[in-house]
């Protein structure tokens, strides 16, 4: 009986420990594919009248976000879905802007293993507003690997980052400044006069 017990005793041993070394052999993401699939649910097919950006294959965010979720988290998702798309109407809009910054295979990237669920890809920017770096980072999760993270980090002369889901459009900084300038002529010579000017 105490023979049985140990032979039963020493084959779950040895069947934990081969599920575990199962289960931490997830692999390396695969980049190239994720890229692929994150370009094709970003850069949405839109309607022939390009003018009004009107999404083909999808009516609303919530459709969208369910093929998302296929390759990124639920808060990258919601990051994307609430900076590249809006709802009007009963359809589904790109927001006109720059796209976000993706991995380019014509050039080197580091694939770095952070653990063995977590993996870092960081590449130079190739982008002429800007230099620094790309960094993507993927989670394995419910069977399969996903973006946990995507973000540019910049080098400029002030330094900084920005997530992904930041815009780099220097048209939006124009308008900002101009807005800025115009509101404050508009304080400054309120009534025709400047604020400093004194009537006795």
Known sequence: MRKLFSIIVLGIMILGIHTTIHAENHGKPPVKE?????HNLIFQ???EDQEINKVKKYDS??????????????PLADSYLEQYFEEKDGDLYIIPQDGPQ?????HDYELEKVNDS????????????????????????AGG????????????????????????????MIVGVILIGTGTGLIAFR????LNTYTP
């Open 34 to 38: 994720l890229e692929q699939k994150f």
């Open 45 to 47: 097919e839109i309607e």
């Open 61 to 74: 965010k919530a459709a969208l976000k369910e093929d998302l979720l296929e390759i990124m988290t639920s």
């Open 102 to 106: 993706q991995l380019s295979f014509n």
């Open 118 to 141: 977590y993996y870092r890809v960081t590449q130079p920017a190739n982008d002429k507003l800007y230099t620094g770096r790309i960094e993507v980072e993927y989670r394995y999760e």
């Open 145 to 172: 690997w996903v973006f946990a993270n995507r973000m540019n980090r910049i080098s400029t002369d002030a330094g900084g980052e920005m997530p992904d889901t930041s815009s780099s459009s220097p048209l939006r």
């Open 191 to 194: 009534n025709g006069k400047p």
